[in-house]
């Protein structure tokens, strides 16, 4: 998996609880990536980061943040889980040539 | 219209079958492309990097791009039952950091 991991790989948790998700890579490339996946959306991102400290918004972004306070970590939290949260959520990293590297997932489930 | 479309299947072929993946994209600025691979439980796998129009070809596997008709395909010879995984198609404009564009992916079964 590229030197991409993820933990945790499985999660239940209850409506209303705070959830970090952590990316994890030893590549040292510059570019990371939080998506979900669900069936008949396919993947979908989340958000990205460009750089330390540098982030933005993807395409499903309400009700999640991100942070990345070194180039080998990137959190992605849910303040407050909602069912709709329930997924399996991948990291991706990138050097910049366009072409991203998936992690294992983590399957999040939100009773 | 959906930016890049892809046939949602499943798709079940018989080992050693020619399999062809398809997608359509509306959006002309797209130059890079790419397919992966991704087995139950796992996270996608890049398979196949193509830039603009033509063929790539690695092994078993053929990536080919028109641009001008907005199409993109991937070609299985020989199908195997290790085959036997999600294909999804994804889109770039760059090559740089932009954002891939993904279809939905199609769930292929190869029977032995």
Redo the contacts between chains.
């Keep these: ?1 590229a030197g991409i991991t993820q933990s945790p790989r499985h999660k239940v948790t209850e409506t209303g609880t705070p959830v970090t998700l952590r990316c994890h890579q030893t590549e040292n490339h ?2 990371m ?1 939080w998506y979900r996946q669900d069936p ?4 979908r ?1 989340i958000h ?1 980061s ?1 750089g330390v400290k540098d982030t933005d918004k ?1 395409e499903v972004s309400d009700g999640y943040s991100v942070s990345r306070s070194k180039t080998e970590d990137f959190l992605l939290t849910l303040e407050s889980a909602t069912s709709s949260q329930t997924s399996v959520y ?1 990291c991706a990293i ?1 050097d ?10 983590t399957r999040l489930t939100v009773l | 219209q959906k930016e890049v479309e892809q046939d949602p299947g499943p798709l079940s072929v018989p080992e050693g079958a020619i399999v062809s993946l398809n997608c359509t994209y509306s959006n002309s600025a797209f130059q890079y492309f790419m397919w992966y691979r991704q087995y139950s439980r796992k996270g996608p796998e890049l398979l196949m990097y193509t830039y603009s129009s033509g063929n790539k070809e690695d092994g078993r596997f053929t990536a080919q791009v028109d641009k001008s008709s907005k199409y993109i395909s991937l070609f299985i010879r020989d199908s195997q039952p290790s085959d036997s995984a999600t294909y999804l198609c994804a889109m770039e404009y760059t090559g740089a950091n932009s954002k891939l564009t993904f279809g939905k992916g199609i769930t292929l079964s190869v029977r032995p």
């Design positions: 998996d510059r570019y990536y008949g959306h396919g993947l991102l990205y460009y993807g991948f990138s910049g040539s366009g072409r991203q590297y998936f992690g294992p997932g």
